[in-house]
Every structure is written in C-alpha cells, then in structure tokens.
C-alpha cells in the first residue's frame, strides 16, 4: 500500500505546520486522494469557514453540510477537487485518511457519516483509514456500506 504509506510520511511532514498554539492541541487530521498512487488533493481539519463546503452541500443536497461552515480533511480533500477546472473522475481515486497525535502516533480517522456521505456522492469508494493499530480499509458501495 503505497499509498498509505506516503499519506502518513506526508501527515507527519505537514503536522508542525498544522498545529496552531491558539487553539491548543487537538489530534490533527489529514486526507489525502489518490489516482491510483498519484497525490492529487489534500485537506486538513480546519477552524476556518469554508464556503466551498456549504455550496458541496447544496450539490449533493446534503442538508447538514449546506450549515456546515468548517471543513473536515475529508470534505476540504474534495471540495479542490469539485471546485478546480480540472475533470477529474473522482469515482476512480481512493482517499486515505489519517489523524495524528503530538506524539505523531496514529489514532482513529474513520470518516464520520457526514464525511461519508459526502464521499459515497462524489464517488470515491476505496478508502483507508488510520486506527490506533494501523491502517484499516473500507469499501463503500452505491449505498452506504461500512
């Protein structure tokens, strides 16, 4: 899994530049998505409105995210993608999800329903997922399936 692999180096890189000393110290997460093993989007957590998010919401009509102001790595991953001029077929990359703590250990990144549904509307439906004992995989199908 190359992928997963050069998602958590990436994570790790990315940590000290995604910690902010105002908010304290929260597990940070990340999504990263992938063409195969090709990066083509990431996202972080953020405390920073995001109306990217809401218009994903009106999209897909997803009412909980049309109020849904602040991304989660998920969602910010895929919102790029979605608002870029690019065509990319999102039903063929996998998304890797990964959350760390100050020690840079892993911990759980399983995406939550919001984030899943968003992810089963768009398409992608590989995705890998960060526990505390490694890396887990979920397939999601035409419905939500976990």
Do not use: W
């Amino acid at each position: 899994m190359i992928k997963v692999d050069r998602a958590i180096k990436t994570a790790i890189q990315l940590f000290p530049m995604a910690y902010d000393s105002k908010v304290g110290y929260q597990p940070f997460h990340f999504a990263f998505i992938y063409l195969r093993n090709k990066l083509i989007s990431t996202g972080v957590n953020s405390y920073t409105e995001c109306p990217k998010i809401k218009k994903m919401g009106e999209i897909y009509n997803l009412p909980n995210q049309r109020k849904y102001k602040f991304p989660h790595a998920e969602t910010n991953a895929i919102s790029k993608i979605l608002f870029s001029n690019s065509n990319i077929e999102l039903s063929k990359m996998s998304i890797v999800c990964i959350r760390l703590n100050k020690k840079l250990e892993l911990q759980n990144s399983k995406p939550c329903s919001e984030c899943l549904t968003i992810i089963n509307s768009v398409g992608i439906n590989k995705i890998y997922y960060s526990s505390k004992k490694g890396v887990k995989e979920l397939i999601i199908r035409s419905n939500l399936s976990t």
